[in-house]
């Protein structure tokens, strides 16, 4: 198993509920699980409301929903399901606002229903709008500690970790898949690679194609100063644009009783970009050199101005949310900033991949999209992960 994330080690997890006992080793560049995605994101357990129905996405956000509360409760980890407001706020989001319910119906989002404007404020009192979508099954929780409750789960069982350890390349040869790092390399029969920003490096090196490719968005989350009163109950979402696969920024209440603004969605020139000022040639090249990114640009300009101003101004940042709770914008900040990398794999065409993404070389299975919702289907992700191993096995 390559890749230590929450969906890696679903993953792990799920191979040996079918195969107890197995020989299995989880692999990771970074001394600690769940560093990257899953320790840098909103804590959010989705719904499903979002996703094209008879999606990998909206079948396993559901179903993965369901499975993390489960976990959660028989781990001791905090769950909430504080629930969710979706608001619209001009008349021309009223339609999309309609084609989310149906969406949300269709995927067999448990409680969703149809707001007015009279009755937002019974479910938020601070929130203004014309119309909302109300899914009280949208909760929160920490996914960093789910991680780690599943490497432990992991270690229990036997399950070896090599962490620290950066694996570089993959190939197959006699039957054996060789996963190639600094001071060596590992034998097996095969291999799951759950590697997230560096996915699709990992899968064009045992022998895939090259589309699409992980382009990394930057992330930024305020947080409200600690001590203000309750502004928001739950959370507070705007309707997001039907044609990009983010959904803009929005007021969350966190699991240790904080809230949270945002998050922006900034192309950065670093897969591990936490801070702004961080390039990597490597990555810039990768993010430069792919005609996607260019032809992304193109379509989404004006897009990336908003996420440049709010980047470069917290009032951008505070108004935009404000729009939903006016109240936030004469709230005190917390100085520090929380920042999360999206690896969003982009096609040559310039496609957002808005599914989830898996796919197949000799001796080994690769997830290439893995964007939100993954860690709230991770559990569900898993299953289908190992489904789709099984049947490579068979063929």
């Given at each position: 198993?390559?890749?230590?994330?929450?969906?890696?080690?679903a993953v792990a997890r799920e191979y040996?509920?079918?195969?107890?006992?197995?020989?299995?080793?989880?692999?990771?560049?970074?001394?600690?699980?769940?560093?990257?995605?899953?320790?840098?994101?909103?804590?959010?357990?989705?719904?499903?409301?979002?996703?094209?129905?008879?999606?990998?996405?909206?079948?396993?956000?559901?179903?993965?929903?369901?499975?993390?509360?489960?976990?959660?409760?028989?781990?001791?980890?905090?769950?909430?399901?504080?629930?969710?407001?979706?608001?619209?706020?001009?008349?021309?989001e009223l339609p999309r606002l309609a084609?989310?319910?149906?969406?949300?119906?269709a995927n067999g989002v448990p409680g969703?229903?149809?707001?007015?404007?009279?009755?937002?404020?019974?479910?938020?009192?601070?929130?203004?709008?014309?119309?909302?979508?109300?899914?009280?099954?949208?909760?929160?929780?920490?996914?960093?500690?789910?991680?780690?409750?599943?490497?432990?789960?992991?270690?229990?069982?036997?399950?070896?970790?090599?962490?620290?350890?950066?694996?570089?390349?993959?190939?197959?040869?006699?039957?054996?898949?060789?996963?190639?790092?600094?001071?060596?390399?590992?034998?097996?029969?095969?291999?799951?690679?759950?590697?997230?920003?560096?996915?699709?490096?990992?899968?064009?090196?045992?022998?895939?194609?090259?589309?699409?490719?992980?382009?990394?968005?930057?992330?930024?989350?305020?947080?409200?100063?600690?001590?203000?009163?309750?502004?928001?109950?739950?959370?507070?979402?705007?309707?997001?644009?039907?044609?990009?696969?983010?959904?803009?920024?929005?007021?969350?209440?966190?699991?240790?009783?904080?809230?949270?603004?945002?998050?922006?969605?900034?192309?950065?020139?670093?897969?591990?970009?936490?801070?702004?000022?961080?390039?990597?040639?490597?990555?810039?090249?990768?993010?430069?050199?792919?005609?996607?990114?260019?032809?992304?640009?193109?379509?989404?300009?004006?897009?990336?101005?908003?996420?440049?101003?709010?980047?470069?101004?917290?009032?951008?940042?505070?108004?935009?949310?404000?729009?939903?709770?006016?109240?936030?914008?004469?709230?005190?900040?917390?100085?520090?900033?929380?920042?999360?990398?999206?690896?969003?794999?982009?096609?040559?065409?310039?496609?957002?991949?808005?599914?989830?993404?898996?796919?197949?070389?000799?001796?080994?299975?690769?997830?290439?999209?893995?964007?939100?919702?993954?860690?709230?289907?991770?559990?569900?992700?898993?299953?289908?992960?190992?489904?789709?191993?099984?049947?490579?096995?068979?063929?």
């Amino acid at each position: 198993m390559v890749g230590a994330g929450i969906v890696g080690l679903a993953v792990a997890r799920e191979y040996l509920r079918r195969r107890p006992g197995a020989s299995l080793i989880v692999i990771d560049k970074e001394q600690t699980v769940g560093f990257h995605q899953t320790g840098h994101n909103s804590g959010v357990i989705h719904s499903g409301v979002y996703y094209k129905p008879g999606s990998l996405k909206a079948r396993l956000c559901v179903q993965g929903a369901r499975l993390m509360y489960q976990f959660c409760d028989e781990h001791g980890i905090k769950t909430e399901r504080c629930g969710k407001l979706i608001v619209a706020i001009r008349q021309d989001e009223l339609p999309r606002l309609a084609d989310l319910e149906s969406r949300g119906h269709a995927n067999g989002v448990p409680g969703l229903r149809r707001v007015p404007s009279a009755e937002i404020g019974e479910i938020e009192p601070d929130c203004k709008g014309l119309a909302a979508l109300h899914s009280p099954a949208t909760g929160i929780t920490d996914y960093g500690a789910v991680a780690r409750a599943l490497e432990q789960e992991l270690r229990d069982q036997g399950v070896a970790f090599s962490l620290g350890c950066q694996v570089t390349g993959i190939g197959r040869e006699h039957g054996v898949t060789t996963l190639r790092h600094a001071a060596g390399e590992y034998r097996a029969n095969w291999a799951i690679v759950c590697a997230g920003l560096w996915s699709d490096r990992l899968a064009v090196t045992a022998g895939a194609a090259a589309d699409p490719r992980i382009v990394p968005f930057r992330g930024a989350y305020l947080r409200l100063a600690d001590g203000q009163r309750q502004v928001v109950r739950g959370m507070v979402y705007p309707v997001p644009d039907p044609e990009l696969p983010f959904l803009g920024v929005h007021v969350t209440r966190h699991v240790d009783g904080g809230v949270m603004l945002g998050p922006t969605a900034m192309l950065v020139g670093a897969r591990d970009a936490y801070s702004a000022w961080r390039m990597r040639g490597a990555d810039l090249r990768s993010t430069a050199g792919w005609p996607g990114t260019w032809r992304v640009a193109r379509s989404f300009w004006r897009t990336g101005i908003s996420e440049l101003r709010m980047a470069a101004s917290r009032k951008a940042f505070v108004r935009a949310c404000s729009q939903y709770v006016p109240a936030i914008e004469g709230m005190r900040l917390d100085r520090h900033a929380a920042y999360g990398v999206r690896a969003q794999a982009v096609g040559r065409n310039g496609q957002l991949l808005d599914d989830f993404a898996i796919s197949a070389t000799p001796g080994a299975t690769h997830v290439r999209n893995a964007p939100s919702p993954a860690a709230t289907s991770s559990l569900a992700l898993a299953g289908e992960l190992v489904d789709r191993f099984e049947q490579q096995q068979a063929d």
